[in-house]
Nanobody, 122 residues
Framework: QVQFVESGGDLVQPGESLRLSCAAS????????MAWYRQDPGKERELVAT????????NYADSVKGRFTISRDNAKSTIYLQMNSLKSEDTAVYYC???????????????WGQGTQVTVSA
């Protein structure tokens, strides 16, 4: 079955960096766009970044543009999120999923991993 395993979250201070990883399985990873999402308690899940199968032309939410970088390794069925210059407002649980560019929705809406907690606090 489809599975996503996110890792790399931590408690960091403002201005520091983190690198998140997401290992995917249960589908043909290399042919699908992928995305990172984040969610704070009481808020809706937010689309953070997307990447097409080739790894080219990544897209970012305005709130993270210039600070975050999404990448992928198709051989490892894994995507990454390099997060620099972290701010308190980046605090959230981060998730990954396959992404449908036509609908701009998660492709596997009912299959989410446990997420990884990122907390940015002084």
């Amino acid at each position: 079955q489809v599975q996503f395993v996110e890792s790399g979250g931590d408690l960091v201070q403002p201005g520091e960096s983190l690198r998140l990883s997401c290992a995917a399985s249960g589908f043909t990873f290399s042919v699908y766009s992928m995305a990172w999402y984040r969610q704070d308690p009481g808020k809706e899940r937010e689309l953070v970044a997307t990447i097409i199968p080739s790894g080219a032309r990544p897209n970012y939410a305005d709130s993270v543009k210039g600070r975050f970088t999404i990448s992928r390794d198709n051989a490892k069925s894994t995507i990454y999120l390099q997060m620099n210059s972290l701010k308190s407002e980046d605090t959230a649980v981060y998730y990954c999923n396959a992404f449908n560019p036509a609908t701009r929705a998660p492709r596997y809406y009912n299959d989410w991993g446990q997420g990884t907690q990122v907390t940015v606090s002084a």
